[in-house]
């Protein structure tokens, strides 16, 4: 562990001298198929530091799909991602190195049922990235009391609530120190009076600049918070915009007609 921790660190010196313009994450021909189903047909995209980029569209348009590309959740079958100037497409890649700077917050939370809240927050840190345990649960604590849940540190996931289940897990990537945020559908899976709360988390990130890219049918907070949005159809990217622009002046007739059916 210590030798991966060596080579990540390294890298992270050879990055930090590249130019600041660089894209954080560039897609270049981002293909995926499952078995004679193609579902991704070649996207192409660059995602800045900062930026908060959501992405849009209808059931089956291919939108999880792509962002579980991103850190090859799902294996591209074609196409290229660049994740900090490396090419985490190439099978020569340790990707388990890099997915410690990527979050994923998934619809189903994904916490160890077993395990306590603290447990859950404080078992990445420690076996990937060798912190002690209290240094993990320092920072775990810091984070749950801004998230309103500390009281909550040694109870279970079966003792949450949805939206405190969903502020959990994304507390869970935020303790691996992460330099970007993925987001799939986060609030699908709640209560319509419980998605507040996860939204709140997820605003307050964003007026941090924490880059963010989020899959959501959320389309009101997609026009307050995003830096831009994003409208996958069919497996490719059909518009983009900032979203005055996306959602008050669409350009295509298939964005004009999704979003009059969801707005």
Do not use: W
Request: proline share 4%; with cysteine.
């Amino acid at each position: 562990m210590n030798a991966d921790k060596n080579i990540l660190q390294a890298e992270d010196a050879n990055f930090a001298g590249r130019a600041s313009s660089q894209p954080l994450i560039s897609v270049r021909g981002l293909k995926k198929s499952f078995d004679n189903l193609e579902v991704l047909k070649g996207i192409d995209i660059d995602i800045h530091q900062g930026e908060v980029v959501f992405v849009v569209g209808p059931s089956g348009s291919g939108k999880s799909t792509f962002l579980r590309c991103l850190n090859l959740l799902e294996e591209p079958t074609g196409g290229t991602i660049l994740f900090e100037g490396y090419d985490i497409t190439d099978k020569r890649t340790n990707i388990n190195m890099h997915r410690q700077k990527m979050g994923m917050v998934f619809q189903q939370f994904n916490l160890f049922p077993h395990m306590t809240v603290l447990k859950n927050l404080t078992i990445g840190p420690m076996k990937l990235q060798g912190k002690s345990f209290e240094e993990a649960k320092t920072e775990a604590m810091r984070l749950l009391e801004r998230v309103g849940l500390a009281d909550r540190a040694n109870a279970y996931p079966n003792q949450l609530s949805g939206g405190q289940k969903q502020r959990i897990a994304i507390v869970r990537a935020l303790c691996m120190k992460p330099d970007v945020m993925l987001f799939d559908e986060p609030t699908s899976a709640l209560d319509p009076e419980m998605v507040g709360e996860v939204l709140s988390v997820m605003r307050e990130l964003a007026e941090e600049k924490m880059t963010m890219v989020v899959v959501t049918h959320e389309m009101a907070f997609a026009k307050e918070v995003a830096s831009r949005v994003i409208f996958i159809d069919e497996g490719r990217i059909v518009e983009e915009a900032e979203p005055q622009e996306f959602f008050d002046n669409p350009k295509s007739e298939r964005l004009k007609n999704f979003l009059a059916k969801v707005i």
